[in-house]
């Protein structure tokens, strides 16, 4: 299916292929929602109730951006820290293993 306002032919972050190209939900003024999905994850959404220059939205971020792998690198770190907190506490053993699967396993 070829899109006309998604244009890309791969993820403009890491050059990810698409795997997946939709038309759906006409909209009144005869423009079509298209979404286009990469291998890496990204969502491209263009709508088009925003009028015809609208550029199309970024639905769900590529994971490999600086950005996301330094998010994805805090929350590891977080994660980490919060176990060694829990492990290092004075509360009961049954409690504390609760908290920390919760925790990995999130």
């Keep these: ?7 890309e032919k ?3 972050d ?3 292929k698409v795997v997946r190209e939709t038309r759906k939900d006409k909209h ?5 929602n298209e979404y ?3 291998q890496c994850g990204k969502i491209v959404h263009f ?13 769900t971020q590529c ?3 600086k ?5 994805a690198e805090k929350r590891v770190n977080l994660k980490l820290h919060l176990i060694e907190v829990i492990e290092d506490s004075d509360a009961d053993e049954e409690y504390k293993k609760t908290l920390i699967v919760s925790i990995k396993y999130r």
Excluded: D, F, Q
Excluded at 28 to 32: A, D, K, Q
């Design 14 to 16: 890491c050059g990810a």
């Design 1 to 7: 299916m070829e899109l006309n306002h998604i244009t």
């Design 36 to 38: 286009k999905e990469y």
């Design 10 to 12: 791969s993820c403009i």
């Design 63 to 65: 994971p490999k951006t």
């Design 67 to 71: 950005k996301n792998r330094l998010k």
């Design 47 to 59: 709508i088009p109730n925003y009028g015809l220059s609208s550029e199309p939205r970024v639905e």
């Design 28 to 32: 009144t003024n005869g423009l079509w």
